[in-house]
């Protein structure tokens, strides 16, 4: 096992370990579609560099994704296209890792200027790659979000989303030995860690940032993040803690219309 795979065993806080067999044909068995040319360009250069372009630290694409995995109605086959960032500056070799930010609820782009993937990257010498969600940014399914459209809406067909176009890209890139590492944060973090039990032989491990994944099965108490949040303030100061506790008695007790008048709030 190279050096940096065992950094990257090293780096890994948060890793889900638990397999599932359960796993989707469909995915599986979805045709490869990305363009020649995305190979050619990523391997002309492959010797990393100290950092990454400042003004184009990604290249943008779209991949023509499915719009529903797993159901065979009239619609389940049609395309959308899809939009992910690439960043290979460091990217040493075809085996070398992959780091994957699972998009959540945002423009993929904003999401890729506040992460801190392109600071760990030149340590594994790793190729980053960010998926937008389905329904966010430029990945819109028939271009719009109205309601009749949303039943394709969901985590589980996000998930199948980046299961296929990660399979793709690495059968394009010829990187079917690179590891591949899911990030992400709040519910993006969520999404990585199911995506790790999902599918696990497509991902090796996760790091799930301030998710709250172990809410669900009431593992731990759902008020946790207000209990650590109160705490900070009681560190500080009680009666500081105490007069915020009491604004919301009086804020509830206040017409809501009074409320936005008071801080002008939008419609």
């Not at 990305?34 to 990523?42: R, S, V």
């Amino acid at each position: 096992m190279s050096s940096s795979v065992h950094q990257l065993f090293n780096f890994i806080i948060i890793i889900i370990i638990t397999f599932t067999t359960t796993t989707t044909t469909r995915v599986n068995s979805m045709p490869i579609l990305f363009p020649e040319t995305l190979k050619q360009n990523l391997f002309r250069k492959l010797k990393p560099t100290k950092s990454a372009s400042l003004t184009q630290p990604y290249t943008t694409h779209y991949f023509p994704q499915v719009l529903d995995h797993f159901t065979f109605t009239p619609n389940s086959s049609k395309l959308f296209p899809q939009r992910y960032l690439i960043n290979s500056t460091f990217w040493s070799s075809s085996s070398s890792p992959i780091f994957v930010y699972a998009g959540a609820e945002d423009d993929i782009k904003w999401l890729a200027s506040n992460c801190g993937l392109f600071d760990i990257a030149p340590i594994f010498n790793a190729l980053i790659v960010f998926i937008e969600h389905r329904f966010y940014g430029d990945s819109i399914p028939f271009g719009d979000t109205s309601i009749h459209n949303l039943g394709y809406f969901t985590s589980t067909q996000a998930l199948a989303d980046y299961a296929v176009l990660i399979r793709s890209l690495k059968h394009n890139l010829s990187a079917e030995a690179a590891p591949v590492v899911i990030f992400g944060a709040s519910y993006g973090g969520m999404l990585a860690a199911w995506f790790r039990l999902k599918y696990p032989h497509i991902a090796m491990g996760a790091l799930a940032s301030s998710a709250p994944i172990l809410q669900f099965d009431k593992i731990v108490p759902w008020t946790g993040f207000y209990d650590v949040v109160s705490q900070r303030y009681k560190d500080e100061s009680m009666n500081c803690f105490e007069v915020i506790k009491g604004c919301w008695d009086e804020l509830m007790s206040t017409n809501l219309s009074e409320l936005s008048k008071i801080f002008r709030s939008c419609e």
